[in-house]
T-cell receptor, first 112, second 109 residues
């Protein structure tokens, strides 16, 4: 079944800890994206990757890091430097930058 | 910098009504515009994609139009149903998607 899989669905983090959110796609897409969604706000771009071993900062990259070692995987690490990490995180992919995007089901991160 | 605005922010209608959701964007240099649906606590489902060279796209009861010169897109939902209740998001696409804040739609029986 083709699609984008995000895991886990829910994640709890203690203050000061780093956590990594997983995003895997089997659509053979080159481009992948991470967005953050807060209540009452639109989606904001954290990082995006055009191709393997390449990624670019989005509008709110501070406190986050990514890697793109494999075409199908684009994990996001939320570091302790991110001051307000509690949010809903969405991963997306597309054939190339600027083409139709498809989203995963999201990971809800809560800092406890 | 691209900015996307959606009006109205919320809409509540009885079943059977025809609806128009509005989306405006500031940068007309988009490759395409995409409409999504989001159910509470879920990811985004792609509804329609309109290429910059197109004027409209249709899928079932949904019709989306695009006017690049005026920076506007509309999503038309015909004969609304309670199952259409969700948040609808539009996004202008250059190298990445820039989203509006959405229209929360409730269709009651």
């Amino acid at each position: 079944d083709g699609g984008i899989t995000q895991s886990p669905k829910y994640l709890f983090r203690k203050e000061g800890q780093n956590v990594t959110l997983s995003c895997e796609q089997n659509l053979n897409h080159d481009a992948m994206y991470w967005y953050r969604q807060d209540p009452g706000q639109g989606l904001r771009l954290i990082y995006y990757s055009q191709i393997v071993n390449d990624f670019q900062k989005g509008d709110i990259a501070e406190g986050y890091s990514v890697s793109r070692e494999k075409k199908e995987s684009f994990p996001l690490t939320v570091t302790s430097a991110q001051k307000n990490p509690t949010a809903f995180y969405l991963c997306a992919s597309s054939m190339a930058l600027g083409t139709e995007a498809f989203f995963g089901q999201g990971t809800r991160l809560t800092v406890v | 910098k691209q900015e996307v605005t959606q009006i109205p922010a919320a809409l509540s209608v009885p079943e059977g009504e025809n609806l128009v959701l509005n989306c405006s964007f500031t940068d007309s240099a988009i490759y395409n515009l995409q409409w999504f649906r989001q159910d509470p606590g879920k990811g985004l489902t792609s509804l329609l994609l309109i290429q910059s060279s197109q004027r409209e796209q249709t899928s079932g009861r949904l019709n989306a139009s695009l006017d690049k010169s005026s920076g506007r897109s509309t999503l038309y939902i015909a004969a609304s149903q309670p199952g259409d209740s969700a948040t609808y998001l539009c996004a202008g696409n250059t190298d990445k998607l820039i989203f509006g804040t959405g229209t929360r739609l409730q269709v009651f029986p």
